[in-house]
């Protein structure tokens, strides 16, 4: 198992970076702001923590932020 | 030429702080990823698969599978690219922003060229570093020589993403909206996958260059592709050589 894990490493590690430092800044941006395109500031941190995988992020920044 | 820097460097910056230079690399770092990721655990679940009962013989994973997978993954991260930027054109004439610019003595053409070469730009970025991961992995699980033209099924993927730019330009330069260009985007798309069905127009078409999987086994070689390449180039620049008139006399 051991072995089994170190062998993946190389792909997990990166994939932890993006996802993480992705999800921790959108939480920033949304507690950041107070006014959204749609939406309001409990729905998206719903919707962003619910679709942690890089899903809810891209949702947020496409469909949430608004533009300045 | 001074105008097209400036409203280049301008976009730039636009897409630098709308986020959505980030989002964009974000999807196509995570694709990239994917590939060999999905590639490398498939014995794994089949393994899980056999627990209950069902006997599945050895299976032998190659780089090829995980081109494969990057065949399949990267029309998905496509389809981000071209939602993303189906407003970069209408959006601005939407909310009347191009208006000053254009009284101050900028011309409609810098316009055009300057966001479409942001496009390009974008694109290109995108696709390499998702197949520079994809490759990367690859090599370093298993042998990527295996694999026959990969070089080439990145670029037809490239050239048919600059055909999908190119329908973006010409569709903004006289739809409404954002989605009356994704409208018309996608209508290109689902034209083209039906007209594939008559083979012999097939070759000639841009969606033929999606096709990396013949390249991938070696059942096509790079030369088969040469019509599509050839076709998919003029009509590339044809779609661009319109749209510059048609938005000149767009009313805005």
Partial sequence: ?68 | MKGFNVFFSKEIRELIRTKKLMILLTVFFIVGLMNPAVAKLTPKLLESIDMYGMTVGEINITALDSWTQFAKNISTAMIVFIIMFSGIFTLEYSRNTLIPLLIKGLSRRCVVMSKTAVMLLAWSACLWMCFGITYFYSGYYWDNSVVDGIFFAGFGWWLFGVFMISCIVFFSSFAGSAVLVLLGTGGIYITMSLLGLYKKIEEYLPIHLCDSLSLYNGELTSSDYLPAVIATGIICLLLFLISIPLTGRRQL
């Fill in chain 1, 1 to 68: 198992m051991n072995a089994d894990f170190q062998e993946y490493l190389p792909l997990i590690i990166p994939l932890f970076i993006a996802q993480f430092s992705l999800l921790g800044y959108t939480i920033y941006h949304i507690l950041k702001h107070d006014n959204y395109k749609r939406g309001t500031r409990a729905i998206w941190l719903v919707i962003v923590l619910v679709g942690m995988n890089f899903i809810g992020p891209i949702l947020y920044f496409v469909f949430g932020k608004e533009d300045e």
